[in-house]
Nanobody
Framework: QVQLVESGGGLVQAGGSLRLSCAASGLTFSSAAMGWFRQAPGKEREFVATISWGGGRTYYADSMKGRFTISRDNAKNTVYLQMDSLKPEDTARYYC?????????????????WGQGTQVTVSS
């Protein structure tokens, strides 16, 4: 059974930083591309960042470029999202997702497994 468990969310002031973690089990993590998505209240879930199986390729949503960094540690079966210069509009529930293959993707439908999410709230 595949499990993705996010952690690291919380309340932070604008301009601050948070690092989210997603611990994976039940899948061959080192072969899976991973992604982060988020959903704000009243809005659709949107793409944040994705990383290839080995970490060599990463892609970001335009509004996150230069502020967010996705990385992974295959020895720990964990993917991270470092979020800097946070803005109130970054407030959302952040979800980790895993693909069955190692190719990064911005498309939600290409992800087979999802975590429950972790809440990030940025105060102004």
């Amino acid at each position: 059974q595949v499990q993705l468990v996010e952690s690291g969310g919380g309340l932070v002031q604008a301009g601050g930083s948070l690092r989210l973690s997603c611990a994976a089990s039940g899948l061959t993590f080192s072969s899976a591309a991973m992604g982060w998505f988020r959903q704000a209240p009243g809005k659709e879930r949107e793409f944040v960042a994705t990383i290839s199986w080995g970490g060599g390729r990463t892609y970001y949503a335009d509004s996150m470029k230069g502020r967010f960094t996705i990385s992974r540690d295959n020895a720990k079966n964990t993917v991270y999202l470092q979020m800097d210069s946070l803005k109130p509009e970054d407030t959302a529930r952040y979800y980790c997702a895993a693909k069955r293959d190692g190719f990064p993707s911005k498309e939600q439908m290409s992800y087979a497994y999802w975590g429950q999410g972790t809440q990030v709230t940025v105060s102004s």
